[in-house]
């Protein structure tokens, strides 16, 4: 049952704008693997058929991927958590060293450097994969070597990106609080308090 932020014990996190944003471009990545997969591991492509349809959805879905970020420009709160995703502070390398040592005590504003470094990788890798995929999409934008090497690019960036999307989904799957965030917009105190020990979720409603 949806718990607002106004309920005792817990925080805004997320405003419905930045859940919808994510929803959206969740579901747009979800296409694109599938679609992928659909054409590229032969069992599937029997199973499915229709392999120009796959071809049309896997090529638009790709073209809409930043659709859900450009529109939510509009928000200030998806603007100020792009800004914050965006910048490293100095407890963003205290994380990064405590994973490494295996230490519990991770410092992290709203968001941590893991997820940092997850948002700028995939960024970038859904820009690579659009410039990849419309020189593959429309053949006489650039001679065949190029073609040639965009193929090759697009495909092993693909999979690098699905075996990326698997390990986040791997660790949302162990954070029941952080996907109920998500879900609803609201997290109890103490994990906030736990995972983002230096986010001041009173400064972010103000």
């Avoid at 069992?43 to 796959?54: H, Q």
């Avoid at 893991?114 to 960024?123: C, D, E, V």
Wanted: proline share 7%.
């Amino acid at each position: 049952m949806p718990r607002p932020a106004d309920t005792p014990g817990r925080v805004a996190r997320f405003t419905p704008a930045e859940r919808w944003i994510h929803r959206g471009t969740a579901a747009l990545m979800t296409v694109c693997l599938v679609t992928a997969a659909c054409l590229y591991y032969p069992p599937l492509s029997e199973l499915v058929g229709r392999r120009r349809l796959v071809v049309t959805v896997h090529e638009w879905c790709g073209l809409a991927l930043p659709v859900p970020v450009l529109l939510g420009l509009g928000s200030r709160a998806f603007r100020a958590d792009l800004s914050r995703l965006n910048r490293f502070a100095p407890y963003d390398r205290e994380w990064l060293r405590a994973v490494l040592r295996r230490s519990y005590r991770r410092p992290a504003g709203k968001f941590n450097a893991g997820q940092k470094l997850y948002a700028s990788w995939t960024a970038g890798a859904v820009l690579v994969m659009m410039g990849t995929g419309l020189l593959m999409w429309f053949t006489h934008l650039a001679p065949l070597a190029w073609r040639t090497g965009a193929t090759f690019v697009h495909d092993w960036l693909t999979l690098a990106l699905a075996v990326v999307l698997f390990g986040h989904i791997r660790m949302a799957l162990k954070d029941p609080e952080a996907r109920l965030g998500l879900r609803t917009g609201s997290v109890d105190e103490g994990w906030a308090a736990r995972e983002h020990p230096d986010w001041d979720p009173q400064r972010d409603a103000r």
